[in-house]
């Protein structure tokens, strides 16, 4: 059942270190019962409203589920907003802390502190989806959390120390900090070394290449041939190493690493290949969470 009419209702709820967690909760205008939920995971220097995505939200609510996607409370950008003025707190944008930021919505969700007036959230029983770097976070969560029952990315990177160039680890170990531009914005935006030590101390909790091996639930891999940023080879790795007897590998041809997508995103149609990666997605939540949840 395709549900045409589709609200949003957003709010804020804190971090671990009393950081806002900002979020969109997009879900069917008409729900009254219990609603499953996916939750989507923003990549590196991303955030929820970036490009096309919120438009996929949409699309994937239309399924009969609540979609939560939520900004990480270290990511640069204040409250709901898309500019990055908070480069304060992305320079120390760990990944123990995306992480600990997901523990949080979850929580937030079985306390009531996220909820909707018109339906019950199904807390226990959560898919993710993650771009990027938030696909990384997403299969450690996975790993972790045992309200996690499907796990879907789109581009995600299979160990992020490899996305460390030498260059970043000299700066680190030499000013204790790296610099790198965002193209689209033109700032600098520094990378503090605890991003790093905070990384490389724990990375046998925090390698999704690592944590992948122990999944047992449905994975479903998604990335375009043409990624210059994160190399397809990503996703091969930890499909290969992914011992869930449900997984799949879904290769975009011709796809680079949004998609197609940009920001900001104004057209009316969204890019062929993010529309390829969007019915991708949704077939496979039907097909593996959505019918389990009815």
């Known amino acids: 059942m395709r549900h045409t009419s589709i609200k949003k209702e957003s709010g804020v709820i804190e971090s671990t270190e009393g950081l806002s967690i900002a ?38 609510a239309r399924t009969g589920c609540a979609v939560i996607a939520f900004n990480f409370s270290r990511n640069g950008v204040s409250g709901h907003g898309q500019d990055f003025d908070k480069l304060d707190l992305f320079a120390d944008e ?33 898919a993710l989806i993650g771009h990027s770097r938030g696909g990384h976070t997403a299969i450690v969560a996975a790993a972790e959390f045992n309200e996690v029952n499907t796990v879907i990315t789109w581009a ?31 700032q600098t935006m520094r990378i503090n070394k605890s991003v790093y030590d905070d990384y490389i101390e724990n990375a046998d909790r925090l390698t999704a290449v690592t944590r992948v091996q122990s999944l047992m639930i449905p994975c479903c891999f998604i990335h375009g041939t043409l990624d210059k940023a994160v190399s397809m080879n990503s996703s ?59």
């Open 94 to 126: 760990t990944f123990s802390q995306d992480l600990s930021d997901v523990r949080s919505v979850i929580d937030a969700m079985q306390t009531q502190k996220i909820k909707t007036g018109s339906a019950v959230l199904e807390t226990d029983n959560v």
């Open 236 to 294: 091969q790795m930890l499909f290969q190493m992914c011992k869930s007897p449900e997984k799949e590998r879904i290769m975009i041809n011709g796809a680079d690493h949004t998609f197609g997508c940009s920001h900001p995103w104004d057209k009316d149609d969204i890019p062929a290949h993010f529309s390829d990666v969007v019915d991708k997605t949704i077939e496979w939540l039907e097909t593996y969470y959505l019918r389990h949840n009815q």
């Open 156 to 186: 995600a990177v299979a160990d992020y120390n490899k996305q460390f160039t030498d260059k970043m680890k000299k700066d680190w170990e030499k000013k204790g900090f790296t610099e790198i531009e965002n193209s689209r914005t033109g």
């Open 23 to 60: 979020y969109d909760m997009y879900l069917p205008s008409n729900a009254v019962n219990s609603l499953p939920v996916v939750m989507f995971l923003h990549g590196f220097k991303g955030f929820k409203d970036w490009g096309a995505f919120p438009d996929a939200f949409f699309e994937i």
